[in-house]
C-alpha cells in the first residue's frame, strides 16, 4: 500500500520543489500541481505533489499518527477539533 504524505515547499526549480518533511529534504515533481508555491504544504505520492493542504490538516494528520503509533491522545490539544 502506498500513501501520501504531507510536506513543505522549500523551493521551486522550474517543475521541481524541494520540499522537507521531519527534517527530511527532497525533489518532488510539481507537473500534476503547478499552483504549488513555495511555503504551501502539498501531498506527495510517488514522487509527485497532488495537492495542496492547509497547515491545520498536517497538524491533524500528524496527532492522528502519533496517536496510532502509541502517543497520549494530542488531537484534542489542537484548538477548535473535538
Not at 30 to 35: G, I, N, R, Y
Not at 55 to 80: C, Y
Amino acid at each position: 500500500m502506498c500513501l501520501a504524505f504531507p510536506a513543505k515547499v522549500l523551493e521551486i526549480e522550474g517543475d521541481l520543489a524541494t520540499v522537507e518533511r521531519s527534517g527530511v529534504k527532497r525533489k518532488a515533481s510539481l507537473m500534476l500541481l503547478p499552483e504549488a508555491r513555495v511555503g504551501d504544504y502539498v501531498l506527495i505520492h510517488a514522487g509527485f505533489a497532488m495537492q495542496v493542504v492547509d497547515e491545520r490538516e498536517v497538524q491533524i494528520r500528524d496527532a492522528l499518527v502519533a496517536e496510532m503509533n502509541g502517543l497520549p491522545r494530542t488531537v484534542e490539544n489542537l484548538s477548535g477539533v473535538s
